[in-house]
């Protein structure tokens, strides 16, 4: 799981040199850029982190980082092609600078790209730009809007269990603000206290790390032990921690509204915050703009959910029960595969 981009790179002054028969002009046809020079390509994240795109022409690392962002359903991304970065919005406009990345000024639009897979073959750009010989054209900047430049603060990726805490929960928070106001509903974000101690006091009583992480609908407030979830994080990995508080503030979301006193047993009300977890995840997976999730991440927050299913022969009717691993795994996987409202039904 990495954060969105940070632009903070310092990059050193290069000429980018295309012929006006570029191929990012003439995609499919036979013509090629009078230079042929190639750079080590990469799509970044932030500074010192990165991944390696194929090496080739300016043209072809831009359409690398456009096909990235295709695939992953984002708005825009960022590149290097050797030291210059690359700024590629969703509908393939292709920006570089010489410069930080951070003043609109050094920005200077390169060409047009079409998706090599769009999602849309209807909606795909056959208007493309030729370049210049330099490789410009009159127009600069990535948008004629300041606050719409590559954002410098933007924080780095979540590498201890306190950042992917900090982040989850902010992303989580969308997700529900964003469907109670939706819904016309008033929200109300709960607190998330993960805590050293072994015992700690709540509005619930005292609650024992040996629970686990235990939401308390008394105090609006999520625990979490953090010798449990730094275990999640070391064995599982990042997103199962995410998916985790997902599970207790899908809790905090039943106490908002009558769902937790409709639902009978506890095991609904578990089997429910599970499918509340999985229909976040489908958000982070596709629609979050704090996250971007990698190849793996889903499957980590699956996991998590599944290994913590109850003990073999726990009757479903106790008051502790929470699901068999095979039950809170389905009840995950129907949030994810539809969205909160799927997970009010039955779902056992």
């Given at each position: 799981m990495r954060r969105t981009w940070a632009v903070r790179w310092a990059m050193i002054g290069l000429t980018i040199c295309i012929g006006a028969g570029s191929v990012m002009a003439q995609r499919g046809g036979t013509g090629r850029s009078q230079n042929q020079e190639t750079a080590n390509c990469t799509w970044s994240y932030k500074e010192g982190y990165s991944v390696d795109l194929p090496q080739g022409t300016f043209e072809e690392c831009a359409q690398a980082v456009l096909d990235q962002i295709t695939q992953f359903s984002l708005e825009e991304g960022y590149g290097y092609w050797g030291d210059i970065l690359i700024y590629v919005d969703s509908k393939g406009n292709v920006y570089y600078s010489k410069g930080d990345?951070?003043?609109?000024?050094?920005?200077?639009?390169?060409?047009?790209?079409?998706?090599?897979?769009?999602?849309?073959?209807?909606?795909?750009?056959?208007?493309?730009?030729n370049l210049n010989s330099q490789g410009t054209n009159s127009q600069s900047g990535p948008s004629t809007n300041p606050q719409d430049a590559p954002n410098a603060n933007a924080p780095a990726v979540?590498?201890?269990?306190?950042?992917?805490?900090?982040?989850g929960c902010e992303d989580i928070n969308d997700y529900w603000e964003g469907v109670f106001k939706d819904e016309k509903l008033s929200y109300s974000r709960p607190q998330i206290v993960l805590f050293n101690e072994r015992t700690i006091r709540s509005a619930c009583g005292r609650l024992d790390a040996e629970q686990g992480p235990v939401y308390c609908p008394n105090d609006h407030t999520g625990y979490f032990p953090r010798g449990f979830m730094?275990?999640?994080?070391?064995?599982?990995?990042?997103?199962?921690?995410?998916?985790?508080?997902?599970?207790?503030?899908?809790?905090?979301?039943?106490?908002q509204t009558s769902l937790m006193s409709d639902n009978q047993y506890t095991i609904d009300n578990e089997l429910q915050a599970d499918c509340f977890a999985g229909a976040y995840s489908q958000y982070a997976k596709t629609k979050s703009v704090r996250v971007l999730l990698e190849a793996g991440d889903i499957e980590e927050g699956a996991n998590a959910i599944f290994l913590v299913g109850d003990p073999e022969g726990t009757p479903w009717f106790d008051e502790n029960a929470h699901g068999t691993g095979q039950q809170r795994l389905n009840a995950f996987n129907v949030g994810l595969q539809g969205d909160y409202a799927a997970c009010l039904k039955p779902l056992r």
């Open positions: 990345g951070t003043n609109q000024d050094d920005w200077v639009q390169a060409g047009t790209l079409t998706p090599s897979n769009p999602p849309d073959p209807n909606s795909q750009n056959t208007n493309s730009q979540p590498l201890t269990l306190d950042e992917i805490f900090q982040l730094q275990d999640q994080l070391d064995q599982v990995g990042d997103f199962a921690v995410v998916v985790i508080i997902g599970h207790e503030w899908g809790h905090s979301i039943q106490a």
